[in-house]
C-alpha cells in the first residue's frame, strides 16, 4: 500500500506547519500578556488571550495525537475522518457525524 507512505510524508509536513503554528501563537500570546499599562488594550487583549490559547490547545492536541500515532482518528467513535475534512480543519478530532452531535 502506498498511500502509508503517502500518509506519512503528508504527516511529516502537518507537523511542521502546526509546529509553525505553534510557535506563531506562542509568541502572539507573549505580546498579548505583556503588561503595556493601558487598561483599555488590557481589556481588549483578554478576549484574545483566551482565543489564542484555545488555539494553542487544538495545535497541541493535534501534534500529540500525530506523534502518537492516532492523528485523523475520531476521538469519539475512533472512525478514520476523511482526508479531505483534515486538509481544511487539521485540528478536527471528530468525524462529522460525531462532530454534528456534539454541537447540536
Ligand atoms: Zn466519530
Redesign the pocket.
Known sequence: MSTDTYDQKWHTELEATLTHEFEAHTARLTQLTADTGDPAEAHTNAALIVATRQNLERISGALRRLAAGTYGN??????A?PRERLEILPHAR??????QKHNG
Open positions: 475520531c476521538e469519539k467513535c475512533g472512525t475522518i471528530f468525524c462529522v457525524p460525531c462532530q
